[in-house]
């Protein structure tokens, strides 16, 4: 019994096999016909003279996975599109950009002009922000808005130190297009006070310091209520500057012109 059905199982399997091998012969003889229709004008393409890898092939053996992460993801080919003008859409917000000035912290010119561009986003939040102290009558004043990275490069070349200026390699949220820094006017011009000018490097700055005169405390919480209002974030050290929440824009090497500024 084991006999037959080991034969009969033999016979199957030969069978079989013969048909692959005639499925073979005539895949062969169907392939054969292509190839000679097709040769004629893929010949080129098959042979061809001994030579680099094209770009492709060279990307793609490139990527292994062991290779280095690639540097973060910059706006390689960035556009004024990209940003807002905040004086373009509230003209009433003031701008008193430092860094397109001698007067700073590192008594140097760095910005070529004055501008204060931000992501779409941030830009409407801060006329948001805007209105609602001009309903109190007060306003915003602008110190720094967006800061390109080459301006950022040049601040660092100036005071290239990690305690007062972010790395251009680690990037500063200014350099996202996504961080303010401000301060709170009334109706003709003058600043709040908030206890120490814009850009002071020290603990009479931090936020979390409450040994400051009343008045003082107050006008730095309006400021934190309101930017905080609109998805703004303060942070500790310095009470001037403020992240916007929404999104995570990429660092931007787009520099706003300057030809139309006298
Ligand atoms: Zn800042």
Redesign the pocket.
């Known amino acids: 019994m084991i006999k037959t059905l080991t034969l009969l199982l033999t016979i199957l399997f030969l069978s079989a096999a013969c048909e692959n091998e005639k499925r073979n012969a005539t895949t062969t003889v169907l392939e054969k016909l292509l190839k000679d229709t097709i040769a004629p004008f893929s010949h080129k393409n098959k042979i061809g003279p001994p030579g680099p890898p094209n770009r492709i092939a060279d990307n793609s053996r490139s990527a292994p996975a062991s290779a280095k992460p690639p540097a973060e993801a910059t706006n390689t080919a960035p556009e004024k599109n990209d940003f807002s003008d905040v004086a373009a859409l509230d003209p009433s917000i003031k701008l008193d950009i430092r860094y397109a000035t001698a007067d700073n912290f590192t008594k140097s010119k760095i910005y070529d002009c004055p501008r204060c561009l931000l992501r779409p986003e941030a830009a409407k939040a801060l006329v948001k922000a805007h209105k609602a102290l001009q309903k109190k009558g007060l306003g915003l004043k602008m110190f720094?808005c967006y800061r390109p990275r080459p301006y950022q490069q040049r601040l660092w070349d100036k005071v290239p130190n990690p305690d007062y200026v972010t790395p251009p390699a680690k990037g500063s949220m200014?350099s996202r297009g996504a961080?303010v820094?401000l301060t709170i006017v009334d109706e003709k011009g003058n600043e709040l006070d908030m206890g120490t000018p814009y850009d002071f490097f020290g603990k009479e700055a931090h936020t979390d310091n409450m040994n400051l005169p009343a008045p003082v405390l107050a006008n730095r919480r309006l400021l934190r209520e309101t930017l905080e209002a609109v998805g703004f974030k303060g942070i500790r050290t310095?009470w001037w500057?403020f992240s916007f929440q929404g999104k995570n824009y990429p660092l931007s090497d787009y520099v706003w012109p300057c030809e139309k500024q006298k």
Do not use: L, R, V
């Open positions: 720094d200014h961080a820094d310095e500057h």
